[in-house]
């Protein structure tokens, strides 16, 4: 009797409408990540770009994208580009700092696309930086440090 496998946790396939871009996020609905909407990521150039397209719910009383709902973006796409790049996997990594630098208002119902590099990587950690765009508009910078996780040993006895 073999055992089943555990259902898989996160997302990142090819997205047939997007030719060129994965799909990226959590398969649970009630994650984080979701509340952001659908994202995608791609390479380009040593350039990871990652896409969503904000809604109402993202919006502050000014109908631009809520500082708030930005700075999870950034966030989460630290990590899709990490994945994209090879680096990591699904729950593989924490955030240990994020920085941004707030240039323009988002519009809602325009995609946002954040242009992630990786600066360097040690044994454990990832330097990243990028900036925000929608279109042609700069709508934020970043900076940010990403800790890969440490593999843990299984205890003796146990494969």
Known sequence: MTEASPPATFLYEEDPDHPGWMRWGFTDPTRYNNFLGPMLVRVDGGVALVRMTPERRHSNLRDNVHGGALLGFIDVALFAAARAFGLITAGSAVTLDLSAQFIGGGRIGAPL?????LLKETGRLLF?????VQGEEKVSSFSGTIRKSMKVAAPQGEA
């Open 113 to 117: 696309e954040a242009r992630v590099e």
């Open 128 to 132: 990243m930086r990028g900036l925000v």
